[in-house]
Protein backbone atom coordinates (compact mmCIF):
# COMPACT_ATOMS: atom_id res chain seq x y z
CA UNK A 1 0.00 0.00 0.00
CA UNK A 2 2.60 2.60 0.85
CA UNK A 3 4.97 1.42 -2.34
CA UNK A 4 1.81 2.62 -4.39
CA UNK A 5 1.80 5.97 -2.97
CA UNK A 6 5.27 6.54 -2.71
CA UNK A 7 7.81 8.19 -4.79
CA UNK A 8 9.05 4.71 -5.83
CA UNK A 9 6.71 3.74 -8.03
CA UNK A 10 6.84 4.18 -11.60
CA UNK A 11 4.23 6.89 -11.75
CA UNK A 12 4.06 8.34 -9.29
CA UNK A 13 4.71 11.25 -10.94
CA UNK A 14 1.56 11.36 -12.79
CA UNK A 15 -0.94 13.43 -10.75
CA UNK A 16 -4.63 11.71 -10.02
CA UNK A 17 -6.82 11.20 -6.87
CA UNK A 18 -5.20 9.73 -3.91
CA UNK A 19 -7.91 6.85 -3.49
CA UNK A 20 -6.89 5.94 -7.46
CA UNK A 21 -3.32 4.93 -6.65
CA UNK A 22 -4.31 2.35 -3.55
CA UNK A 23 -7.51 0.84 -5.07
CA UNK A 24 -9.34 0.03 -8.05
CA UNK A 25 -13.05 0.52 -5.63
CA UNK A 26 -13.21 3.72 -6.51
CA UNK A 27 -12.87 3.19 -10.53
CA UNK A 28 -15.57 0.73 -9.92
CA UNK A 29 -18.03 2.90 -7.83
CA UNK A 30 -17.84 5.68 -10.69
CA UNK A 31 -18.95 2.76 -13.40
CA UNK A 32 -21.63 2.03 -11.49
CA UNK A 33 -23.10 5.69 -11.25
CA UNK A 34 -23.04 5.59 -15.57
CA UNK A 35 -21.47 8.59 -15.65
CA UNK A 36 -17.56 7.47 -15.97
CA UNK A 37 -17.21 9.74 -18.83
CA UNK A 38 -18.10 13.11 -17.68
CA UNK A 39 -16.06 12.22 -14.22
CA UNK A 40 -12.75 11.41 -16.25
CA UNK A 41 -13.56 14.13 -18.06
CA UNK A 42 -13.34 16.63 -15.12
CA UNK A 43 -10.30 14.95 -13.85
CA UNK A 44 -8.68 15.92 -16.98
CA UNK A 45 -9.79 19.47 -16.64
CA UNK A 46 -8.08 19.43 -13.12
CA UNK A 47 -4.90 17.15 -13.52
CA UNK A 48 -4.15 17.56 -17.19
CA UNK A 49 -3.79 14.92 -19.95
CA UNK A 50 -2.14 12.52 -18.11
CA UNK A 51 -4.28 10.84 -15.15
CA UNK A 52 -3.20 7.96 -13.02
CA UNK A 53 -6.36 6.29 -12.28
CA UNK A 54 -5.78 2.74 -10.21
CA UNK A 55 -3.62 0.82 -8.75
CA UNK A 56 -2.02 -2.46 -9.33
CA UNK A 57 -4.06 -5.62 -10.69
CA UNK A 58 -2.94 -9.42 -11.11
CA UNK A 59 -2.32 -10.34 -14.79
CA UNK A 60 -3.97 -13.30 -16.22
CA UNK A 61 -2.79 -16.40 -18.08
CA UNK A 62 -2.14 -14.54 -21.26
CA UNK A 63 -0.25 -12.05 -19.90
CA UNK A 64 2.75 -14.76 -19.12
CA UNK A 65 2.72 -15.59 -23.07
CA UNK A 66 2.75 -11.92 -24.33
CA UNK A 67 5.83 -10.86 -21.71
CA UNK A 68 4.04 -9.47 -18.84
CA UNK A 69 4.80 -9.96 -14.77
CA UNK A 70 2.50 -10.98 -12.58
CA UNK A 71 1.59 -7.28 -11.76
CA UNK A 72 2.19 -3.67 -13.49
CA UNK A 73 2.48 -0.09 -12.18
CA UNK A 74 -1.01 1.80 -12.54
CA UNK A 75 -3.54 2.89 -15.10
CA UNK A 76 -3.22 6.28 -17.00
CA UNK A 77 -6.33 7.80 -18.27
CA UNK A 78 -5.10 9.81 -21.42
CA UNK A 79 -7.02 12.71 -23.27
CA UNK A 80 -4.33 13.40 -25.69
CA UNK A 81 -4.77 13.02 -29.06
CA UNK A 82 -1.54 12.50 -30.00
CA UNK A 83 -1.24 9.36 -28.27
CA UNK A 84 -3.81 7.61 -30.35
CA UNK A 85 -1.20 6.76 -33.30
CA UNK A 86 1.16 4.81 -31.18
CA UNK A 87 -1.48 3.32 -28.28
CA UNK A 88 -3.94 2.09 -30.96
CA UNK A 89 -1.60 1.54 -33.38
CA UNK A 90 1.78 0.05 -32.00
CA UNK A 91 2.69 -3.90 -31.40
CA UNK A 92 3.69 -3.13 -28.08
CA UNK A 93 0.13 -2.21 -26.91
CA UNK A 94 -2.25 -5.11 -26.75
CA UNK A 95 -6.02 -5.75 -25.22
CA UNK A 96 -5.09 -5.47 -21.46
CA UNK A 97 -6.63 -8.13 -18.99
CA UNK A 98 -10.27 -6.04 -18.78
CA UNK A 99 -10.92 -8.19 -21.70
CA UNK A 100 -10.53 -11.34 -20.27
CA UNK A 101 -13.92 -10.52 -18.40
CA UNK A 102 -15.85 -11.32 -21.52
CA UNK A 103 -14.41 -14.67 -22.13
CA UNK A 104 -16.70 -17.71 -21.32
CA UNK A 105 -15.42 -19.61 -18.87
CA UNK A 106 -13.56 -22.23 -20.36
CA UNK A 107 -11.47 -19.58 -22.79
CA UNK A 108 -13.53 -19.03 -25.42
CA UNK A 109 -13.76 -15.19 -26.99
CA UNK A 110 -15.72 -13.39 -29.80
CA UNK A 111 -13.52 -11.24 -31.36
CA UNK A 112 -13.88 -8.15 -29.06
CA UNK A 113 -12.03 -10.24 -26.23
CA UNK A 114 -9.04 -11.67 -28.22
CA UNK A 115 -5.84 -10.21 -27.13
CA UNK A 116 -3.32 -11.67 -29.02
CA UNK A 117 -2.70 -9.24 -32.51
CA UNK A 118 -2.33 -13.03 -34.23
CA UNK A 119 -5.29 -14.60 -33.16
CA UNK A 120 -7.41 -11.20 -34.09
CA UNK A 121 -5.57 -10.69 -37.43
CA UNK A 122 -7.54 -14.10 -38.09
CA UNK A 123 -10.73 -13.57 -36.61
CA UNK A 124 -10.89 -10.08 -38.25
CA UNK A 125 -10.64 -11.56 -41.52
CA UNK A 126 -13.94 -13.11 -41.67
CA UNK A 127 -15.31 -10.42 -40.05
CA UNK A 128 -14.07 -8.06 -43.26
CA UNK A 129 -15.08 -10.76 -45.39
CA UNK A 130 -18.80 -9.84 -44.15
CA UNK A 131 -18.82 -5.73 -43.58
CA UNK A 132 -16.65 -5.02 -47.13
CA UNK A 133 -17.94 -2.93 -49.43
CA UNK A 134 -18.88 -6.13 -51.78
CA UNK A 135 -20.68 -7.72 -48.72
CA UNK A 136 -22.82 -4.54 -47.84
CA UNK A 137 -24.85 -5.13 -51.03
CA UNK A 138 -26.08 -7.91 -49.80
CA UNK A 139 -27.63 -6.07 -46.86
CA UNK A 140 -29.03 -3.39 -49.31
CA UNK A 141 -32.53 -5.11 -49.36
CA UNK A 142 -32.92 -5.99 -45.69
CA UNK A 143 -32.39 -2.59 -44.72
CA UNK A 144 -34.59 -0.74 -47.24
CA UNK A 145 -37.07 -3.35 -45.80
CA UNK A 146 -36.67 -2.59 -42.24
CA UNK A 147 -36.81 1.13 -42.37
CA UNK A 148 -39.91 0.64 -44.49
CA UNK A 149 -41.04 -1.34 -41.71
CA UNK A 150 -40.19 1.56 -39.07
CA UNK A 151 -41.47 4.41 -41.22
CA UNK A 152 -44.74 2.23 -41.81
CA UNK A 153 -45.04 1.86 -37.83
CA UNK A 154 -44.26 5.39 -37.01
CA UNK A 155 -46.90 6.54 -39.34
CA UNK A 156 -49.68 4.53 -37.75
CA UNK A 157 -48.95 6.46 -34.49
CA UNK A 158 -48.72 9.75 -35.87
CA UNK A 159 -50.62 12.70 -34.25
CA UNK A 160 -52.34 9.89 -31.86
CA UNK A 161 -49.90 9.26 -28.93
CA UNK A 162 -46.29 10.05 -27.73
CA UNK A 163 -43.52 7.60 -28.82
CA UNK A 164 -40.44 7.01 -27.04
CA UNK A 165 -38.07 6.62 -30.08
CA UNK A 166 -35.06 5.68 -28.98
CA UNK A 167 -37.18 2.37 -27.83
CA UNK A 168 -38.65 2.22 -31.46
CA UNK A 169 -34.85 2.69 -32.88
CA UNK A 170 -33.73 -0.22 -30.61
CA UNK A 171 -36.57 -2.19 -32.19
CA UNK A 172 -34.95 -1.58 -35.53
CA UNK A 173 -32.00 -1.90 -35.00
CA UNK A 174 -32.23 -5.23 -33.00
CA UNK A 175 -34.60 -6.59 -36.16
CA UNK A 176 -32.06 -5.42 -39.13
CA UNK A 177 -28.95 -6.91 -36.98
CA UNK A 178 -30.89 -10.56 -37.15
CA UNK A 179 -30.96 -10.12 -40.65
CA UNK A 180 -27.56 -9.32 -41.65
CA UNK A 181 -26.14 -11.92 -38.95
CA UNK A 182 -28.11 -14.60 -39.57
CA UNK A 183 -30.75 -13.78 -42.47
CA UNK A 184 -33.73 -12.73 -40.75
CA UNK A 185 -34.74 -14.18 -37.30
CA UNK A 186 -36.08 -11.41 -35.22
CA UNK A 187 -39.66 -9.59 -35.85
CA UNK A 188 -39.64 -7.01 -32.79
CA UNK A 189 -41.23 -4.02 -34.71
CA UNK A 190 -43.76 -6.15 -35.76
CA UNK A 191 -44.95 -7.34 -32.27
CA UNK A 192 -44.36 -3.95 -30.99
CA UNK A 193 -42.19 -4.97 -28.00
CA UNK A 194 -39.20 -6.66 -26.83
CA UNK A 195 -40.98 -9.79 -25.84
CA UNK A 196 -38.04 -12.21 -25.03
CA UNK A 197 -36.17 -9.16 -22.89
CA UNK A 198 -33.11 -9.88 -25.10
CA UNK A 199 -32.87 -6.18 -25.81
CA UNK A 200 -32.96 -5.13 -22.26
CA UNK A 201 -31.10 -7.99 -21.04
CA UNK A 202 -28.13 -6.69 -23.92
CA UNK A 203 -27.75 -3.79 -21.87
CA UNK A 204 -27.14 -5.85 -18.39
CA UNK A 205 -24.82 -7.91 -19.72
CA UNK A 206 -22.34 -5.07 -21.01
CA UNK A 207 -22.47 -3.28 -17.61
CA UNK A 208 -21.57 -6.92 -16.26
CA UNK A 209 -19.25 -7.19 -18.18
CA UNK A 210 -17.88 -3.63 -17.75
CA UNK A 211 -17.53 -3.79 -13.71
CA UNK A 212 -15.84 -7.08 -14.35
CA UNK A 213 -13.50 -5.13 -16.42
CA UNK A 214 -13.11 -2.93 -13.98
CA UNK A 215 -12.17 -5.28 -11.02
CA UNK A 216 -11.22 -8.77 -12.37
CA UNK A 217 -12.36 -10.78 -9.39
CA UNK A 218 -15.43 -9.69 -9.66
CA UNK A 219 -16.24 -11.98 -11.52
CA UNK A 220 -15.97 -14.51 -10.06
CA UNK A 221 -19.24 -13.31 -7.55
CA UNK A 222 -21.63 -13.28 -10.66
CA UNK A 223 -22.63 -17.11 -9.99
CA UNK A 224 -23.87 -16.47 -6.38
CA UNK A 225 -25.68 -12.88 -7.90
CA UNK A 226 -29.25 -14.37 -9.06
CA UNK A 227 -29.56 -11.65 -11.30
CA UNK A 228 -25.52 -11.76 -12.20
CA UNK A 229 -25.97 -15.56 -13.33
CA UNK A 230 -29.07 -16.01 -14.82
CA UNK A 231 -28.72 -12.61 -16.85
CA UNK A 232 -25.58 -14.08 -18.54
CA UNK A 233 -26.96 -17.60 -19.02
CA UNK A 234 -29.98 -16.63 -20.46
CA UNK A 235 -28.04 -13.86 -22.95
CA UNK A 236 -25.67 -17.26 -23.93
CA UNK A 237 -28.56 -19.48 -24.04
CA UNK A 238 -30.72 -16.72 -26.57
CA UNK A 239 -27.60 -16.42 -28.97
CA UNK A 240 -26.69 -20.48 -28.77
CA UNK A 241 -30.62 -21.09 -30.23
CA UNK A 242 -29.82 -18.47 -32.46
CA UNK A 243 -26.39 -19.89 -33.78
CA UNK A 244 -27.98 -23.34 -33.59
CA UNK A 245 -30.93 -22.36 -35.93
CA UNK A 246 -28.69 -20.49 -38.25
CA UNK A 247 -26.46 -23.84 -38.52
CA UNK A 248 -29.89 -25.84 -39.30
CA UNK A 249 -30.58 -23.95 -42.09
CA UNK A 250 -27.77 -23.58 -43.76
CA UNK A 251 -26.43 -21.95 -46.45
CA UNK A 252 -28.63 -19.61 -48.40
CA UNK A 253 -29.24 -17.72 -51.83
CA UNK A 254 -28.69 -14.24 -50.10
CA UNK A 255 -25.47 -14.15 -47.67
CA UNK A 256 -25.29 -13.56 -44.40
CA UNK A 257 -22.14 -12.40 -41.84
CA UNK A 258 -22.91 -15.45 -40.32
CA UNK A 259 -22.18 -17.38 -43.59
CA UNK A 260 -18.48 -15.97 -43.61
CA UNK A 261 -17.55 -17.31 -39.60
CA UNK A 262 -19.89 -20.54 -40.75
CA UNK A 263 -17.45 -20.82 -43.39
CA UNK A 264 -19.99 -21.56 -46.23
CA UNK A 265 -18.41 -19.57 -49.04
CA UNK A 266 -15.38 -19.64 -48.85
CA UNK A 267 -11.89 -21.73 -48.06
CA UNK A 268 -11.57 -20.81 -44.34
CA UNK A 269 -12.81 -23.46 -42.02
CA UNK A 270 -15.82 -23.21 -40.01
CA UNK A 271 -15.32 -21.70 -36.30
CA UNK A 272 -16.53 -24.12 -33.97
CA UNK A 273 -20.09 -24.13 -31.91
CA UNK A 274 -18.67 -22.37 -29.12
CA UNK A 275 -16.85 -19.80 -30.52
CA UNK A 276 -20.11 -19.53 -32.89
CA UNK A 277 -21.75 -18.61 -29.90
CA UNK A 278 -19.16 -16.27 -28.19
CA UNK A 279 -19.15 -14.39 -31.69
CA UNK A 280 -23.29 -14.05 -31.85
CA UNK A 281 -23.42 -12.47 -28.00
CA UNK A 282 -21.00 -9.87 -29.72
CA UNK A 283 -22.84 -9.21 -32.81
CA UNK A 284 -26.36 -9.24 -31.12
CA UNK A 285 -25.05 -5.75 -28.47
CA UNK A 286 -22.46 -4.36 -31.48
CA UNK A 287 -24.82 -4.68 -33.84
CA UNK A 288 -27.93 -3.45 -32.33
CA UNK A 289 -27.46 -1.67 -29.42
CA UNK A 290 -24.64 0.77 -30.71
CA UNK A 291 -26.43 1.75 -33.38
CA UNK A 292 -29.12 2.25 -31.80
CA UNK A 293 -27.86 4.71 -29.18
CA UNK A 294 -26.22 6.47 -32.07
CA UNK A 295 -29.43 7.10 -34.09
CA UNK A 296 -30.98 7.88 -30.46
CA UNK A 297 -28.74 10.60 -30.59
CA UNK A 298 -29.04 12.21 -33.66
CA UNK A 299 -32.85 13.11 -33.88
CA UNK A 300 -32.61 14.38 -29.96
CA UNK A 301 -30.09 16.95 -31.43
CA UNK A 302 -32.28 17.21 -34.32
CA UNK A 303 -35.12 17.35 -32.44
CA UNK A 304 -33.91 20.46 -30.20
CA UNK A 305 -32.58 22.24 -33.20
CA UNK A 306 -35.36 22.98 -35.49
CA UNK A 307 -32.56 25.18 -37.67
CA UNK A 308 -30.42 22.16 -38.18
CA UNK A 309 -33.66 19.87 -38.97
CA UNK A 310 -34.97 22.10 -42.05
CA UNK A 311 -31.19 22.41 -43.25
CA UNK A 312 -31.00 18.47 -43.15
CA UNK A 313 -34.60 18.82 -44.81
CA UNK A 314 -34.00 20.92 -47.53
CA UNK A 315 -30.84 18.88 -48.44
CA UNK A 316 -32.67 16.04 -48.54
CA UNK A 317 -35.57 16.71 -50.34
CA UNK A 318 -33.17 17.35 -53.24
CA UNK A 319 -32.50 14.25 -53.57
CA UNK A 320 -35.57 13.43 -53.08
CA UNK A 321 -35.57 11.11 -50.22
CA UNK A 322 -39.06 10.31 -49.80
CA UNK A 323 -38.70 7.81 -52.65
CA UNK A 324 -35.61 5.70 -52.39
CA UNK A 325 -32.31 6.96 -52.72
CA UNK A 326 -29.15 4.73 -52.52
CA UNK A 327 -26.49 4.35 -50.18
CA UNK A 328 -23.74 6.31 -52.39
CA UNK A 329 -26.17 8.95 -53.11
CA UNK A 330 -26.97 9.40 -49.14
CA UNK A 331 -23.05 9.33 -48.42
CA UNK A 332 -22.45 12.21 -50.38
CA UNK A 333 -24.41 14.59 -48.54
CA UNK A 334 -22.47 16.73 -46.60
CA UNK A 335 -24.81 18.25 -44.14
CA UNK A 336 -26.26 14.80 -43.23
CA UNK A 337 -22.75 13.32 -42.98
CA UNK A 338 -21.74 16.71 -40.72
CA UNK A 339 -24.99 15.53 -38.45
CA UNK A 340 -23.62 12.54 -38.00
CA UNK A 341 -20.15 13.25 -37.57
CA UNK A 342 -21.42 15.64 -35.25
CA UNK A 343 -23.59 13.65 -32.92
CA UNK A 344 -21.16 10.93 -32.75
CA UNK A 345 -18.73 13.41 -31.47
CA UNK A 346 -20.50 14.71 -28.21
CA UNK A 347 -21.54 11.20 -27.71
CA UNK A 348 -19.40 8.69 -28.95
CA UNK A 349 -20.50 5.32 -28.18
CA UNK A 350 -17.62 4.25 -26.42
CA UNK A 351 -17.25 7.41 -24.52
CA UNK A 352 -14.51 6.07 -22.31
CA UNK A 353 -12.50 4.52 -24.71
CA UNK A 354 -10.28 0.99 -24.90
CA UNK A 355 -7.98 0.04 -22.34
CA UNK A 356 -4.42 -1.43 -23.78
CA UNK A 357 -1.49 -2.67 -21.77
CA UNK A 358 1.87 -1.89 -22.96
CA UNK A 359 4.09 -5.08 -23.10
CA UNK A 360 7.10 -5.52 -21.07
CA UNK A 361 10.00 -6.00 -23.29
CA UNK A 362 13.41 -5.60 -21.62
CA UNK A 363 12.16 -3.88 -19.09
CA UNK A 364 11.80 -0.87 -21.61
CA UNK A 365 9.28 1.33 -21.45
CA UNK A 366 7.55 3.87 -24.62
CA UNK A 367 7.31 7.47 -25.59
CA UNK A 368 4.35 8.47 -25.99
CA UNK A 369 4.10 12.01 -27.46
CA UNK A 370 6.65 12.96 -24.97
CA UNK A 371 5.29 11.33 -21.95
CA UNK A 372 7.24 8.44 -20.69
CA UNK A 373 5.25 5.14 -20.37
CA UNK A 374 6.56 2.39 -18.15
CA UNK A 375 6.02 -1.35 -19.14
CA UNK A 376 2.97 -2.83 -17.97
CA UNK A 377 1.39 0.42 -17.31
CA UNK A 378 -2.74 0.17 -18.49
CA UNK A 379 -3.26 2.47 -20.73
CA UNK A 380 -7.26 4.38 -21.83
CA UNK A 381 -7.66 7.01 -24.45
CA UNK A 382 -11.14 8.46 -23.65
CA UNK A 383 -12.72 9.68 -26.67
CA UNK A 384 -15.16 11.46 -24.72
CA UNK A 385 -12.73 13.40 -23.45
CA UNK A 386 -11.24 14.05 -26.68
CA UNK A 387 -13.95 14.94 -28.33
CA UNK A 388 -14.87 17.31 -25.93
CA UNK A 389 -11.65 19.18 -25.79
CA UNK A 390 -11.44 22.53 -26.68
CA UNK A 391 -8.01 22.49 -28.11
CA UNK A 392 -9.48 20.07 -31.39
CA UNK A 393 -12.87 21.80 -31.29
CA UNK A 394 -13.40 25.59 -31.14
CA UNK A 395 -15.55 27.31 -31.05
CA UNK A 396 -18.35 25.74 -28.99
CA UNK A 397 -17.15 22.21 -28.42
CA UNK A 398 -20.02 21.26 -25.96
CA UNK A 399 -22.42 22.06 -28.44
CA UNK A 400 -24.79 20.39 -31.15
CA UNK A 401 -23.25 22.70 -34.53
CA UNK A 402 -22.99 20.82 -37.59
CA UNK A 403 -21.50 23.25 -39.36
CA UNK A 404 -18.39 22.88 -38.19
CA UNK A 405 -18.39 20.03 -40.62
CA UNK A 406 -18.86 21.50 -43.41
CA UNK A 407 -15.80 22.68 -46.01
CA UNK A 408 -17.05 26.18 -46.00
CA UNK A 409 -17.76 26.66 -41.97
CA UNK A 410 -15.81 29.47 -41.30
CA UNK A 411 -18.54 31.65 -43.43
CA UNK A 412 -21.06 30.63 -40.72
CA UNK A 413 -18.89 32.38 -37.92
CA UNK A 414 -18.11 35.59 -36.62
CA UNK A 415 -14.84 36.99 -36.63
CA UNK A 416 -13.98 36.16 -32.98
CA UNK A 417 -15.03 33.23 -33.68
CA UNK A 418 -12.56 32.37 -37.04
CA UNK A 419 -10.54 33.28 -34.54
CA UNK A 420 -11.11 30.18 -32.25
CA UNK A 421 -11.53 27.81 -34.95
CA UNK A 422 -10.44 24.31 -34.02
CA UNK A 423 -11.40 21.45 -36.14
CA UNK A 424 -9.59 17.84 -35.24
CA UNK A 425 -11.17 15.69 -37.36
CA UNK A 426 -7.98 14.47 -38.54
CA UNK A 427 -6.62 13.41 -35.07
CA UNK A 428 -9.14 13.99 -32.47
CA UNK A 429 -12.40 12.31 -33.56
CA UNK A 430 -12.34 8.43 -33.90
CA UNK A 431 -15.97 6.97 -32.69
CA UNK A 432 -15.15 3.65 -34.32
CA UNK A 433 -11.76 3.45 -32.52
CA UNK A 434 -8.62 3.57 -34.23
CA UNK A 435 -5.57 0.82 -35.95
CA UNK A 436 -6.15 -2.95 -36.54
CA UNK A 437 -8.54 -3.50 -34.05
CA UNK A 438 -10.94 -0.51 -34.65
CA UNK A 439 -14.88 -1.25 -35.45
CA UNK A 440 -15.24 -3.46 -38.77
CA UNK A 441 -18.52 -2.59 -39.02
CA UNK A 442 -17.97 1.18 -39.42
CA UNK A 443 -19.04 1.55 -42.94
CA UNK A 444 -22.27 -0.72 -42.39
CA UNK A 445 -23.39 1.48 -39.45
CA UNK A 446 -22.87 4.76 -41.40
CA UNK A 447 -24.52 3.56 -44.27
CA UNK A 448 -27.80 2.08 -41.57
CA UNK A 449 -27.77 5.28 -39.97
CA UNK A 450 -27.82 7.36 -43.18
CA UNK A 451 -30.66 5.52 -44.03
CA UNK A 452 -33.12 6.01 -41.14
CA UNK A 453 -32.35 9.58 -40.66
CA UNK A 454 -33.21 10.30 -44.23
CA UNK A 455 -36.29 7.89 -44.02
CA UNK A 456 -37.52 9.58 -41.01
CA UNK A 457 -36.76 13.71 -41.31
CA UNK A 458 -37.86 13.57 -45.19
CA UNK A 459 -41.51 11.55 -44.08
CA UNK A 460 -42.03 13.40 -40.70
CA UNK A 461 -42.07 16.59 -38.55
CA UNK A 462 -41.09 15.32 -35.32
CA UNK A 463 -41.77 17.16 -31.73
CA UNK A 464 -40.96 16.35 -28.05
CA UNK A 465 -43.65 15.25 -25.47
CA UNK A 466 -45.30 18.38 -24.31
CA UNK A 467 -43.65 19.43 -20.81
CA UNK A 468 -40.72 16.83 -21.66
CA UNK A 469 -37.72 18.28 -20.03
CA UNK A 470 -35.16 17.86 -22.18
CA UNK A 471 -32.16 17.74 -19.50
CA UNK A 472 -33.24 14.41 -19.13
CA UNK A 473 -31.75 12.90 -21.95
CA UNK A 474 -28.47 14.31 -21.04
CA UNK A 475 -28.86 12.42 -17.44
CA UNK A 476 -29.95 9.34 -18.54
CA UNK A 477 -26.96 8.71 -21.13
CA UNK A 478 -25.32 5.96 -18.75
CA UNK A 479 -21.48 5.24 -19.68
CA UNK A 480 -20.93 1.18 -18.95
CA UNK A 481 -18.40 1.17 -21.71
CA UNK A 482 -21.13 1.18 -23.83
CA UNK A 483 -23.09 4.09 -24.34
CA UNK A 484 -26.89 3.55 -23.21
CA UNK A 485 -30.08 5.82 -23.49
CA UNK A 486 -32.86 6.76 -21.63
CA UNK A 487 -36.66 7.42 -22.89
CA UNK A 488 -36.97 9.98 -26.31
CA UNK A 489 -40.49 10.66 -26.05
CA UNK A 490 -41.83 12.37 -29.07
CA UNK A 491 -44.71 13.07 -31.64
CA UNK A 492 -44.78 12.11 -35.27
CA UNK A 493 -46.79 14.13 -37.50
CA UNK A 494 -46.50 12.61 -40.95
CA UNK A 495 -45.25 14.94 -43.37
CA UNK A 496 -47.82 17.01 -45.97
Known sequence: MAYRVSSFHPLFKYPGPILFRVSRLPALWILLQGKQHQYYQALHIKYGRYVRTGTTQLASQLDSKIHLPVSGPNHLHI??????????????????????????????????????????????????????????????????????????????????????????L????????????????????????????????????????????????????????????SNLKSHMNFAKQTILNRIERGPSSTR??????????????????????????????????????????????????????????????????????????LANLPYLNAVINESLRLQPLAPNGLQRVLTNENGAGEMVNGYYIPPMTNVQVSHYCIHHDPEYWSPYPDRFWPERWLANATEFMTEPERQHYRMG????????????????????????????????????????????????????????????????????TARK
Open 79 to 168: SDAGSLPIIQGSPRFLKSARYDAIKRPEGISSILGLRSLKEHSQRRRLWDRGLNKAALKDYDMPLAARTTELVDNLVRKCDTEVVDFAQW
Open 170 to 229: SYFSFDFMGDLAYGGVYNVMRIGKDDTGIIALSKCVVALHEAAGTIPWIRAFFNYLPLGS
Open 256 to 329: DLFSYLLGEYEDDPRLDTPTLIAEAVFAIIAGSDTTAAALSNVFFFLVSSTKVFHRLRTELDELNCHTDATAAE
Open 425 to 492: QEIAFFPFSHGPTACAGKALALVEMRTVIAAIVANFDIAFEPGWDTREWERDLKDFFILRVGRLPVIF
